[in-house]
């Protein structure tokens, strides 16, 4: 049986988490972010979690080797189901992109779906100033305190689905949003003619709608059913 499995790529804050729980709600789809991945391991301490603390809280990108190994591992058992399975924020660079394809060509019974959130950056750095999360390390549920948002969490400070406390991310602070976007640009066209090369279509959502509408675009441009 062939595995379904979806790719979202975006800048940071365009909502690739925010979508990806939509999916997981409503779909019934399982989901790696490799973002939430390397946070719990920076909150449990481990040999990892060191390593990769400082990289994340200035902004920049984990090495591949490392990702690559976290993603590999976590994709194989994830297969085992039959859930579609959504990478929220992997690949991001041309070896990891070319790990993955390795992988697909390998098993030979993965069919990738690439969406891309788009969105400036200004619009972005702003939604990332107002974003809270659940500390709760396996919730991490994403929540706007921007006064009118529809994604404002029921009580301030807390977790809708869990209770836990709201926090800021350690990278959500303007000179680290502005790393984030600049290392993002300088790595999306290669990814982009990676894909163009192979052959690989790539579906283009505007990430500026407000969310429920993002997904109404994103169900109407791939066909997935929403039952
Ligand atoms: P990661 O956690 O993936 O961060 P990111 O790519 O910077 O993306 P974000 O999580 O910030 O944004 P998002 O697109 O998920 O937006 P969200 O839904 O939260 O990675 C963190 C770090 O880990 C990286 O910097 C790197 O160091 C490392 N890393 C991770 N993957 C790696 C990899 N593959 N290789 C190397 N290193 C890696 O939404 C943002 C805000 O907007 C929220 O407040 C939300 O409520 C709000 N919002 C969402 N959608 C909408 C909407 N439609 N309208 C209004 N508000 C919205
Ligand atoms: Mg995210």
Same mark, same amino acid.
């Given at each position: 049986?062939?595995?379904?499995?979806v790719?979202?790529?975006?800048?940071?804050?365009?909502?690739?988490?925010s979508l990806?729980?939509l999916?997981?709600?409503? /779909?019934?789809?399982?989901? *790696?972010?490799?973002?939430n991945?390397?946070?719990?391991?920076?909150a $449990?301490?481990?040999e990892?979690?060191?390593?990769?603390?400082?990289a994340?809280?200035?902004?920049?990108?984990? +090495?591949?080797?490392?990702?690559?190994?976290?993603?590999?591992?976590? /994709?194989? %058992?994830?297969l +085992?189901?039959?859930?579609?399975?959504?990478?929220?924020?992997?690949?991001?660079?041309?070896?990891?992109? %070319?790990? *993955?394809?390795?992988?697909?060509?390998?098993?030979g019974?993965?069919? *990738?779906?690439?969406v891309?959130?788009?969105m400036?950056?200004?619009?972005?750095? +702003?939604r990332? *100033?107002?974003?809270? &999360?659940c500390?709760?390390r396996?919730?991490?549920?994403?929540?706007?305190?921007h006064?009118?948002?529809? /994604?404002?969490?029921?009580?301030?400070g807390?977790?809708d689905?869990?209770?836990?406390v709201?926090?800021?991310?350690?990278?959500?602070? %303007?000179s680290?949003?502005?790393?984030?976007?600049?290392?993002?640009?300088?790595?999306?066209?290669?990814?982009? +003619?990676?894909? $163009?090369?192979?052959?690989?279509?790539?579906?283009?959502?505007?990430?500026?709608?407000p /969310? $429920?509408?993002?997904?109404?675009?994103? &169900? $109407?441009?791939?066909?997935?059913?929403?039952?």
């Open positions: 049986m062939t595995k379904e499995v790719l979202f790529l975006g800048p940071p804050g365009a909502g690739k988490g990806s729980h999916c997981v709600k409503r /779909l019934g789809w399982v989901q *790696l972010s490799t973002g991945l390397c946070r719990e391991h920076i $449990e301490g481990t990892i979690g060191e390593k990769i603390d400082f994340i809280k200035s902004g920049k990108l984990v +090495s591949d080797d490392l990702i690559v190994d976290m993603v590999g591992r976590w /994709l194989e %058992e994830a +085992s189901g039959d859930q579609t399975v959504i990478f929220d924020g992997f690949p991001r660079t041309v070896p990891q992109a %070319e790990a *993955l394809q390795k992988l697909v060509e390998k098993r019974d993965i069919s *990738l779906r690439l891309r959130l788009t400036l950056d200004n619009d972005l750095m +702003s990332l *100033l107002a974003r809270a &999360i500390s709760d396996e919730c991490q549920t994403v929540y706007s305190v006064e009118h948002s529809s /994604l404002k969490p029921r009580k301030p807390t977790c689905e869990c209770k836990g709201l926090v800021r991310r350690s990278d959500d602070e %303007e680290a949003i502005a790393k984030r976007l600049k290392v993002y640009h300088e790595h999306e066209k290669g990814l982009l +003619s990676f894909y $163009e090369k192979i052959g690989q279509t790539i579906c283009n959502v505007e990430a500026h709608q /969310l $429920e509408e993002v997904y109404c675009s994103f &169900i $109407e441009m791939t066909g997935y059913s929403d039952k």
